[in-house]
Nanobody, 125 residues
Framework: QVQLVESGGGLVQPGGSLRLSCAAS???????IGWFRQAPGKEREGVSS???????YYADSVKGRFTISRDNAKNTVYLQMNSLKPEDTAVYYC????????????????????WGQGTQVTVSS
């Protein structure tokens, strides 16, 4: 399984933007990648996922505001977050989907990974 490291979090005002990065230790070409987040006192939830061919999926709460993309040459997946809201405050994690799960499961964020430290996103004035 490829190892992933998240970065790019920080403190931003409501309405602001951040770009998160998920860097892989090896080739990402054949992996679907998902972004997840966990707010204090809440369960981890899926935010966005991207399949190897570039098809992307989003949770309803972030549609129209977040954009996931991948650069296989850099073995990196990005999450561009615009129009951030206080409710987006959470620790954000990325995970590589197992190669044997369906696109449907990926679109529903029905997978998990070897969770690392994640990157903290705080949206506050």
């Amino acid at each position: 399984q490829v190892q992933l490291v998240e970065s790019g979090g920080g403190l931003v005002q409501p309405g602001g933007s951040l770009r998160l990065s998920c860097a892989a230790s090896g080739l990402l070409d054949y992996y679907a990648i998902g972004w997840f987040r966990q707010a204090p006192g809440k369960e981890r939830e899926g935010v966005s996922s991207i399949i190897s061919d570039g098809r992307a999926y989003y949770a309803d709460s972030v549609k129209g505001r977040f954009t996931i993309s991948r650069d296989n040459a850099k073995n990196t997946v990005y999450l561009q977050m615009n129009s951030l809201k206080p409710e987006d405050t959470a620790v954000y994690y990325c995970a590589a989907a197992p190669t044997d799960i369906s696109d449907f499961e990926i679109s529903r964020f029905s997978f998990s990974g070897s969770w690392g430290q994640g990157t903290q996103v705080t949206v506050s004035s």
